[in-house]
C-alpha cells in the first residue's frame, strides 16, 4: 500500500493525497476525511524520509556555537551554556527534529553558511558570549531563518529574529529589594561588562530598587567589572582597602559571587554574618558553596524550549506568538542574612 493506492481507493489525485499528509489547508474537509479515513483502515504509514523530499525539509536545526578568540570559550561543561544546549536538543527531539551542532569563529561565519547553502538544516540557533550581529546579518540577508539565544549578542533586535528576552532590570531590582527587606541599606553592587547590555540593564535595576526605597544611590558602592570571578575578588578588596566595604553585596552573576565570596573569606569576613551576598544566574554550583550562595534563577530551559518551539513553528508555516518576556526569580539560600540593628 503507497501513495498511488490510497489516491485510487480515495478517487483522488496522487498530489491530494500528498496535501493531506502535508496538512495542506486546499483539501476540502470532506475530501480531507475520506483520505484519512481509508489511509487507517489501511494502516497506512507515509514514508518519513520520501515526505521530506517532497516537503524540501531536512528536519534538522543547526546549533551554532560561535567562539570569540578574545573571551572564555563554550564548551559543553560551560556552566551557563551546558543546560542551554541540553534543553534546545531535547526540545528539537520532541518536534521529531536533529540537532547538528557546529562551532565557528565570531570572525569567520563560513562554516554556518555552508550548512544553511547545502540545505543540511531547516534553520539555525546562535549561541555566543560575544557579538553575533555581524554573522546575523549575512544569514537574513541570504534569506535564512536563525534565532539567537542570547539578546545581548545583538546590537539589532528584530521581530523577524526568534530570540528570548530576559527582563533584566527587573529581575535587578527583585535581587535587590530582597537585600533591602532583610534590613540592608548599605548594598554594594559589582557590575559585568559596561558593553554588555545586560550589565547595564542589571546596574539600572539595582539603582532604580535603592531609590524606590528612598535610599541615596553611592557611587563608591557601585564597582565597575566583568562578568568573571576575578571582579568579585577585585571589587571586595578594593572595598576593604577603602574601608567601604558594603552590608551587602549584588553580584551581577554567579562567576562574580564566586570571587567575593572567596575574598570574603580569605579576608576573614563572613557570609553572611558580615556581609550578605547574593548571585545572578543560579549555575548549577551555587548549590554547593559554602554557605549556599542566594541567587537570581535565569529560566535557561524554559527559554531555550520557546526558542525552538518558536523556530520550529515558523519553519514548518504554522501560527505562532513571539515570546512574551522571561524574568529571573529569586532563589533563597544561605549567604544573605537580616542586618543587625
Known sequence: MDIFDIAKLAGVSRKTVQRVLNDSPQVRTETRERILKIMEEH???????????????????????????????????????????????????????KVLVTMAEVDNPSPVLKLYREKSIDAGIIISW????SI????????????????????????????????????????TRHLLQLGHEEIGIITGDQDNPAAVERLNGYQKALKEAGIRVKPEYIYTGRFVEESGRDAVHHWIRQ??????????????????????????R???????????????LTEYTSPALSTMNVPRVEMAVALVEELIQRVEGEPYETMSPFQATLVIRNSCLEKKA
Do not use: W
Not at 551554532?64 to 551557563?80: A, E, M, V
Not at 545583538?154 to 523577524?160: A, F, G, N, P
Not at 553572611?272 to 549555575?283: E, W, Y
Open 270 to 284: 563572613d557570609v553572611p554574618r558580615d556581609v550578605s551576598l547574593i548571585g545572578f544566574d543560579n549555575i548549577l
Open 43 to 97: 494502516q497506512y504509514q507515509p514514508n518519513v524520509s520520501a515526505r521530506r523530499l517532497v516537503k524540501k525539509k531536512t528536519h534538522t536545526i543547526g546549533l551554532f556555537i560561535i567562539q570569540d578568540p578574545g573571551k572564555d570559550r563554550i564548551y559543553s561543561d560551560d556552566l551557563f551554556y551546558s543546560v542551554v544546549i541540553g534543553a534546545v536538543i531535547n526540545a528539537c527531539s520532541l518536534r521529531g527534529y
Open 243 to 268: 574601608g567601604d566595604l558594603p552590608s551587602a553585596i549584588f553580584c551581577s552573576n554567579d562567576h562574580i559571587a564566586f570571587g567575593a565570596l572567596k575574598a570574603l573569606k580569605e579576608a576573614g
Open 136 to 175: 546575523v546579518d549575512e544569514i537574513l540577508s541570504a534569506n535564512f531563518l536563525v534565532g539567537v539565544f542570547d539578546q545581548n549578542n545583538l546590537t539589532h533586535r528584530t521581530s523577524s529574529i526568534p530570540m528570548p528576552v530576559l527582563e533584566n532590570e527587573a529581575s535587578a531590582m527583585e535581587a
Open 130 to 133: 560575544s557579538s553575533v550581529q
